[in-house]
């Protein structure tokens, strides 16, 4: 079994220039994707971490990337590190002029020995 505690990273796109108030948002949205999947798969298990975290202090760290072609390269490295990780595309309805627009992701949550090589080279935002 892993030692550390488990945690949620959300890696947030520092160029699009959002109101602090929508980053809020986006990542929130994006930390709630992982969940609203889990419990709408009929008899779904969560694993050992994800139990960990959701009965426990439900840590998050926040950092930057600056740019569309970061944010998907760390989807990459987390999909190929077989971490989950969910992509939030804003709809647009309220900045970007209507055009879906990727603004962040949340990797995990898992272990930190799974998700420190994915997002551990990044600032903090």
């Given at each position: 079994?892993?030692?550390?505690?488990?945690?949620?990273?959300?890696?947030?796109?520092?160029?699009?220039?959002?109101?602090?108030?929508?980053?809020?948002?986006?990542?929130?949205?994006?930390?709630?994707?992982?969940l609203s999947l889990r419990i709408?798969?009929?008899?779904?298990?969560?694993?050992?971490?994800?139990?960990?975290?959701?009965?426990?202090?439900?840590?998050?760290?926040?950092?930057?990337?600056?740019?569309?072609?970061?944010?998907?390269?760390?989807?990459?490295?987390?999909?190929?590190?077989?971490?989950?990780?969910?992509?939030?595309?804003?709809?647009?309805?309220?900045?970007?002029h209507g055009i879906p627009t990727?603004?962040?992701?949340?990797?995990?949550?898992?272990?930190?020995?799974?998700?420190?090589?994915?997002?551990?080279?990044?600032?903090?935002?």
């Amino acid at each position: 079994m892993e030692s550390s505690e488990p945690k949620q990273v959300i890696v947030m796109r520092r160029d699009l220039g959002m109101r602090r108030g929508k980053e809020i948002a986006q990542g929130a949205h994006a930390a709630m994707i992982w969940l609203s999947l889990r419990i709408r798969q009929p008899g779904y298990a969560f694993t050992e971490a994800e139990r960990r975290w959701l009965e426990g202090p439900f840590t998050k760290v926040c950092v930057r990337v600056d740019s569309e072609e970061e944010l998907l390269a760390v989807v990459d490295r987390a999909r190929a590190a077989g971490v989950l990780v969910q992509l939030c595309v804003d709809a647009g309805r309220t900045e970007f002029h209507g055009i879906p627009t990727p603004t962040c992701c949340a990797v995990g949550p898992d272990f930190a020995e799974r998700i420190d090589p994915i997002t551990g080279g990044l600032k903090l935002l």
